[in-house]
């Protein structure tokens, strides 16, 4: 903090703006809107899992009433495990699609397409979730562009219903809405990779597929954790694309949530939302060495 | 660096020819679906899909004479602006301890400051409404929505002011300082015209995410309707191709308005390069 130009006429120590006394004055708006509009109702929640409604009023008594009754409806259990295996499903393949993209456009693209390219995938990323969502209704309805197709080349004669309501058209939407953040992840972490590192593997004899796993994948773990959690912990928490694509056959646990809340369950639907933050808190303390937001928000 | 492997591998031109033709099913996967619904928003077919019968303005002109339409536009503006307004401002005050404190948890409250991004949009949009309704007793109402949505678009200010003021130079505001400049004068004609891109696309930002936000505002709107929230109960009765129409519309507004937000740094740099240029010396 010492001025070092060459003898300067008086040695001040100038404090910066926003140091000093005012140092602290900039958080109380942010500890205001985020300590009073989100930590505090977060605790509201924790204490409203815990606490009983009795004729549609919540009364302070404590218990575990609401965990019990959700874990002894068979159809909410199977909905969480559900919820988990589309999260899990949902990641891989979004992530295993955008790894060779990510390949592809750090290694074989011109280096003056790639921000183009990429901000290309981006675009959709960006635009309308809900509309995003949406437009898979024109695909796999049963007067949709697929069911048009099929018929057109004859392979069916009449409508199929098969390809919406149903876990598959909502695990195949998910992986539309969230390849766009695996491939902006993993692309960060690969175009830092020093290639000459895979040439030298593959002077030693390795396959270039061998190469890959042993050398590449390695080094850029921290940017595949990144992008597994901040694909997997938004799709915990998913409840328009099961609502829209997924119907009777693709709940999923956000549904279950809106539903308690909706039905003015609050204490009910307070204990399932606390079983997905839990979930998440569990997933980010064991990641959170590798935890960069810097890299997943490009900030 | 591509093209020596090319020479060791035989096998790379066939890998770099599969995975471009990869990379342009991607492309397609992604933009499949986007260019269909603004396809069909001009299709004469009154069932919103194929085949295409003849192109028409019919559904665009319906959605502008449609005053639920007119409703919700008017809603998702107001609260947008307010959340925008917010955002930045909190946002803004924030990244400056931020960055420049000593605090020794600032590691936590940045934390804290991130969590909203992460966490699911859901559980912000309940236990707000269990905040307002059972503990404040307050109505729904476009307010409550727009103090949920800040909730969420404050963190990306934070963020990206953050950023920008972490590479400021501060030998500027040393050099300021030196001069005679006050701390008012220095934050007013060093500190903030220098991070200015960074503020405009924060709020370019906050607006965007405010006009597509859904969850949050489906809890604590009320008996208001935002763009979003309009269109999602017009779809619980089907597709209609004035839905297509209002949802073409509300993807060309964000897009633009993102390319201006992530265009805005260079273009005020040239502008401002274009301005000293112009100075006589």
Known sequence: ?299 | MARDLEVLSPRARVARWLLSGYALLIYVFLFFPIVLLVLFSFNANRYGTFPITGWTLEWYRQAFSDYQVHDAVSTTIRVALQVTLISTLVGTAAAFPLVRSHLPFREGIRIVFILPIMIPGLLIGVSLLVLFTSTFHWTLSPETAVIGQSVYTTPFVILLVAARLQGFDTRLERAAADLGANTLHRLVRIVLPLILPAIVAGALFAFTLSLDEFIITYFLIGGHNTLPIFIYTQVKFGITPEVNAVASMLLVGSLLLLALAFALPQLVRRARRAVLKARPA
């Open chain 1, 1 to 299: 903090m010492t001025v070092t130009a060459a003898a300067p006429p008086r040695r001040v120590r100038v404090p910066r703006v926003g140091t000093g006394l005012v140092q602290y004055v900039g958080f109380l708006p942010a500890i205001v809107l985020l300590g009073l509009f989100f930590l505090v109702p977060l605790g509201i929640i924790v204490c409203y899992s815990f606490w009983e409604t009795i004729d549609y009023s919540v009364v302070h008594h404590w218990t575990l009433d609401n965990y019990r009754y959700f874990f002894s409806v068979t159809a909410y259990v199977s909905t969480m495990w559900a919820t988990l295996w589309v999260a899990v499903a949902a990641t891989a393949l979004a992530i295993g699609l955008a790894f060779p993209f990510a390949y592809w456009l750090s290694r074989y693209v011109p280096r003056r397409l790639r921000t183009p390219l990429l901000v290309l995938v981006i675009v959709p990323f960006w635009s309308s979730y809900l509309l995003r969502v949406y437009s898979w209704l024109t695909i796999l309805g049963e007067q949709g562009v697929l069911n048009r197709f099929l018929r057109w080349i004859g392979v069916t004669h009449h409508p199929l219903g098969v390809f919406l309501y149903d876990r598959p058209a909502v695990i195949l939407v998910l992986v539309y809405l969230y390849f766009p953040f695996g491939a902006l992840t993993l692309y960060s972490s690969i175009e830092r990779f020093d290639w000459n590192q895979l040439r030298a593997a593959m002077d030693l004899g390795a396959s270039p597929l061998k190469a890959i796993f042993r050398i590449l994948v390695p080094q850029i773990r921290p940017g595949i954790i990144t992008a597994v959690i901040f694909v997997f912990i938004p799709i915990l928490g998913e409840y328009l694309t099961p609502q829209i694509v997924g119907g009777t056959g693709g709940v999923m646990i956000g549904n279950l949530i809106v539903n308690f809340f909706q039905a003015a369950e609050y204490t009910r639907g307070a204990a399932v939302s606390l079983l997905i933050a839990a979930f998440i808190v569990v997933l980010l303390v064991v990641f959170r060495k590798s935890l960069s937001a810097k890299e997943a928000y490009g900030a």
